[in-house]
């Protein structure tokens, strides 16, 4: 009796220890695939903990972590659409100057078009509708403007990098001039306000707590049935799948990721617009650059230009869309900045184009092309605004700030660097 | 050792992991004159002449190399000190800062100065004299970069001398010249004989031997087959030499089935996309049908990669003549239009032209098959995984896995993987330029196999090789190129190395 339960508990010790190991090498594997980005997710994890140290528990209090999230998303929206543009192997450092100027563009739109000349046209037409339901119109018009002239932005960078072949930098370099030029022929050097009240709070404003839950309880659902799909779908295929536990921890942790920061926002204010658009957007652009055709053919004209032209890619014409898609981020960067100031006024996203790259390269993307994530990007993003939250919240003077960004930013590609030595 | 030779190798043998490059290979060179030395792609002419330069250091290979009397002993990396010795090398690829002028790039890197400030003046005068000195009429205040491809040579080899070289080793230096640039260097190494320097050649225009050699040693295989004057010898000895190896067993056997023509070219002619006034393809014409092999021939810029991928539509501009897939014309536009009427191409260099070495084996495999599976909205990528497992298994390509970089396998596994990303899109016609280059004999004998099993299924192959044994053992037909031009199409009876070598340069 005692040697036959002795020998099933060590068959379980083994099991387990078995189990375990696999489990370990596994995640070993997929951090060693990912150093560069795990690093970085460590250098946040250092700096969460070194604030809260140093400042105490309003550092990681709901107001704070909403604060500091909201923060992240117009730097974070140009970082989205820059990381295409690197990994193609170009650059785009107009995005600071173009969100200024398409912030001018719509406080215009608002102010010296739609309430002179749309507004009476419309309340003549409908004479029931609400001063603010016509104001949620000139928003929503706003936002298509934005878009549109963002895109175009991207056209124009685009088309003279791919078509006439003028390198990126100075193309985008020119961009940075033009558009900042552009911005101040809008304003006519003057501040343009006020912007609708509805413009106003695509920034500024939370979602319902209730909105907040449903979308976490959506999301989550989300999770778990696509996860089962796409095991059935592999089986479908005869293709491997991994073990089920795996998948499960993988579920958990991001239910877990998404319930624990809508409930912790609910302790403040509830879900920030942005930061819920921001999550849209991330996700779709990151599924474009997964799975599809599109994001492949970017990462290969990075990796190997010839390669990738010998396999029958359109170089020129990716290159374009690579640039179109930077200029729709650009459009909603400039959205939120006019929402965020509250008015039109020159001068606006200045030196956003360099924190845009600085997010892409502290994120793991490679200046040289052909690597880089989204949420690597995101990620870098997040980092340079804890940095700021923290610093202002300490006291810690101007330069100093600039100088700690500076070497982290250099800090980032040394690591990328020294991991790739170890490769070779 | 006799005062009479400058240079002497001595049963000099060196390995490469899988490859011995060369073989004790031995002879001497004449302190005075102009020393000949030829063989195929691969004898070994380039190996020799690294360990010269200092690329390959001593105790790198076994043997003995003496210079002026005495040992050559080169430790690390010691190009410099080889330069200092006074052997001085130009190699086939020109090393000059093209928009620096001529008198910089002779004295770049020790510039005559005082405390870090050139002297220009200096620099000037003395570049006027070594030019003066070998009566060579150069322009030597004009950048480099208006030079013709032939005076850039000339500056080369008079950096070389104003460097003190008593032994000059010219690597190839006409492939890029035309007639009578050649004809002017022909006559600047004569002016150097009589100035006393000795002067290695390395060619493969046998032709040229005869005109300014005094003798002519002739590698194979690693070996030296033999050294002899050139007055005592002929050109087709030396071809024979160059040649005669024994065929072993190293090319799976099979009769290929010859079917419908699937591609025809008719007096194909194209220019260079840099240069539009240089020819790279001349009045070329050409069947090729459903199931056959044909090997194209010729020495390294004859031609052959620039027909291949101008037919893969990615290369010459201003193309002229026809041609005709599958009975329909077929307008060459670009490698996509070209990949629609089932035309693939396996390029030259599987690193910078085959592959994106950060990437994953399955993303380089579908890359440009992504529409097989995929909508404009989505990759399917279990279908993805199922197609490329299929091809690597097919092929039997060894990785961990799919998601392996390609950058971690070996040349093989690489150059297979190449091959995959242009089987799964089921070509038509798969041309394949030098697809054994780099490998080891074991896994060319595989991609002979892939090769024979592919054209007894239908698929017509278009093979550009530099090696003569495997052209003629997979070829149904060979095609020659010389300059540009098709210098002679031989069935695969009628071909033999001999045959294939005078057209190939040109010497019929």
């Given at each position: 009796m005692t040697t036959k339960s002795n020998s099933s508990s060590i068959e379980l010790i083994d099991r387990f220890r078995d189990l375990a190991t696999r489990f370990?090498?596994?995640?070993?594997?997929?951090?060693?695939?990912n150093l560069k980005t795990y690093t970085m997710i460590f250098v946040l994890i250092f700096l969460f903990v070194l604030f809260w140290v140093l400042i105490g528990n309003t550092f990681i209090g709901p107001r704070n972590i909403s604060n500091l999230t909201r923060a992240m998303t117009i730097i974070s929206f140009l970082a989205i659409g820059m990381v295409f543009v690197i990994v193609t192997g170009n650059i785009d450092l107009s995005v600071g100057s173009a969100t200024g100027f398409i912030a001018t563009v719509v406080a215009f739109f608002q102010v010296h078009l739609f309430s002179p000349l749309i507004l009476p046209l419309l309340s003549a037409l409908f004479p029931g509708m609400s001063g603010y339901l016509l104001g949620v119109i000139s928003t929503i018009l706003a936002v298509i403007i934005a878009l549109i002239v963002g895109g175009?932005?991207?056209?124009?960078?685009?088309?003279?990098?791919?078509?006439?072949?003028?390198p990126a930098f100075i193309v985008t370099l020119g961009g940075l001039f033009i558009f900042r030029g552009l911005m101040s022929a809008v304003t006519g050097g003057k501040t343009i306000s006020p912007i609708e009240s509805s413009l106003n709070s695509i920034f500024n404003d939370y979602l319902p707590r209730e909105a907040g839950v449903v979308i976490a309880v959506l999301v989550i659902v989300f999770i778990v049935s696509n996860t089962l799909w796409q095991r059935h779908k592999r089986v479908k295929y005869g293709l491997e799948i991994r073990p089920l536990i795996y998948d499960l921890i993988k579920m958990f942790f991001f239910s877990v990721l998404v319930a624990g920061f809508v409930f912790y926002m609910n302790l403040y204010e509830g879900l920030q617009i942005p930061v819920v658009m921001l999550v849209v957007v991330a996700f779709l652009f990151s599924y474009l650059a997964k799975n599809t055709r599109f994001g492949r053919y970017a990462y290969a004209i990075g990796g190997n230009k010839e390669a990738a032209r010998l396999s029958g890619i359109n170089i020129k014409a990716n290159v374009l869309k690579v640039f179109i898609f930077m200029g729709m981020c650009i459009g909603i960067a400039?959205?939120?900045?006019?929402?965020?100031v509250g008015t039109g006024a020159p001068g606006g996203g200045e030196t956003y184009e360099l924190l845009a790259i600085a997010s892409c390269v502290i994120g793991g993307t490679s200046l040289m092309g052909g690597e880089g994530t989204i949420i690597g990007a995101l990620i870098g993003s997040l980092i340079m605004v804890t940095l700021d939250n923290g610093f202002v919240q300490l006291n810690v003077p101007n330069w100093a700030q600039y100088v700690i960004k500076g070497l982290v930013l250099i800090f980032a590609v040394w690591v990328d660097v020294a991991t790739r030595k170890t490769r070779e | 050792m006799n005062n009479n030779f400058i240079l002497e190798f001595d049963r000099v043998t060196k390995d490469f992991p899988g490859i011995r490059a060369l073989s004790e290979v031995s002879f001497k060179v004449k302190r005075g004159e102009i020393h000949g030395v030829c063989g195929e792609n691969g004898a070994g002419k380039s190996t020799l002449m690294k360990i010269l330069a200092g690329v390959y250091p001593y105790q790198s290979y076994e043997g003995r190399v003496f210079f002026n009397g005495e040992e050559l002993m080169f430790s690390g990396s010691s190009i410099r000190k080889a330069i200092e010795k006074g052997i001085a090398i130009?190699?086939?690829?020109?090393?000059?800062?093209?928009?620096?002028t001529v008198g910089e790039n002779i004295y770049l890197g020790r510039e005559p100065n005082q405390k870090g400030i050139?002297?220009?003046?200096?620099?000037?005068?003395?570049?006027?004299?070594?030019l003066a000195k070998y009566k060579l009429k150069i322009p030597f205040a004009s950048t480099v970069g208006k030079l013709g491809v032939g005076q850039q040579q000339l500056v080369e080899i008079t950096k070389a001398l104003s460097e003190d070289a008593k032994l000059l080793i010219l690597d190839e230096p006409t492939s890029a010249l035309t007639e009578t640039e050649v004809d002017t260097l022909m006559s600047i190494l004569n002016t150097l004989k009589k100035n006393g320097v000795t002067c290695i050649y390395i060619s493969h225009k046998i032709e040229?031997?005869?005109?300014?050699?005094?003798?002519?040693?002739?590698?194979?295989?690693?070996k030296t087959i033999n050294t002899v004057s050139s007055k005592r010898t002929t050109v087709p000895a030396i071809i024979k030499m160059m040649v005669g190896r024994e065929m072993k067993e190293r090319f799976p056997k099979a009769e290929h089935k010859m079917e419908d023509v699937v591609l025809e070219v008719k007096n194909l002619t194209a220019f260079h996309p840099e240069y539009p006034s240089r020819v790279i393809v001349e009045d070329i014409s050409f069947c090729l049908h459903k199931g056959e092999i044909l090997g194209i021939a010729g020495l390294m810029g004859s031609g052959r990669t620039e027909l291949v991928t101008t037919l893969f539509g990615e290369y010459g501009i201003n193309v002229q003549g026809q041609v005709i897939v599958n009975n329909k014309p077929f307008d060459i536009r670009s490698s996509r239009h070209a990949m629609n009427q089932g035309i693939s191409l396996v390029p030259e260099n599987r690193k910078d032209q085959g592959l994106i070495l950060e990437q994953s084996v399955l993303e380089n495999i579908?890359?440009?098959?992504l529409q097989q599976f995929s909508t404009a909205l989505a990759i399917n990528k279990n279908q993805e995984v199922k197609i490329c497992n299929e091809v690597v298994s097919k092929l039997g390509i060894k990785l961990g896995s799919l998601s392996a970089q390609v950058n971690s396998l070996s040349g093989g596994n690489q150059q297979k993987v190449v091959i995959a990303k242009w089987l799964v899109s089921n070509p038509l016609i798969l041309i394949?330029?030098?697809?054994?280059?780099?490998?080891?004999?074991?896994?060319?004998?595989?991609?002979?196999?892939l090769m024979n099993i592919l054209a007894a299924s239908g698929v017509a192959i278009i093979m550009v090789s530099s090696e003569l044994p495997e052209i003629m053992a997979l070829s149904d037909t060979i095609m020659v190129m010389h300059e540009a031009r098709c210098s002679g199409i031989l069935k695969r009876k009628e071909a033999t190395q001999e045959r294939i070598m005078t057209l190939a340069t040109g010497y019929e």
């Open positions: 370990i090498n596994f995640f070993w594997k997929t951090i060693k695939r175009l932005i991207g056209f124009w960078n685009g088309f003279i990098t791919a078509y006439l072949r003028v400039g959205i939120m900045f006019v929402s965020r | 130009v190699y086939q690829e020109l090393a000059l800062v093209s928009q620096m050139i002297n220009w003046n200096e620099l000037y005068s003395k570049t006027q004299d070594i040229e031997f005869f005109r300014i050699a005094d003798t002519i040693t002739v590698l194979r295989d690693g579908s890359l440009p098959n394949m330029d030098e697809p054994t280059r780099g490998i080891d004999v074991g896994a060319k004998y595989e991609i002979y196999k």
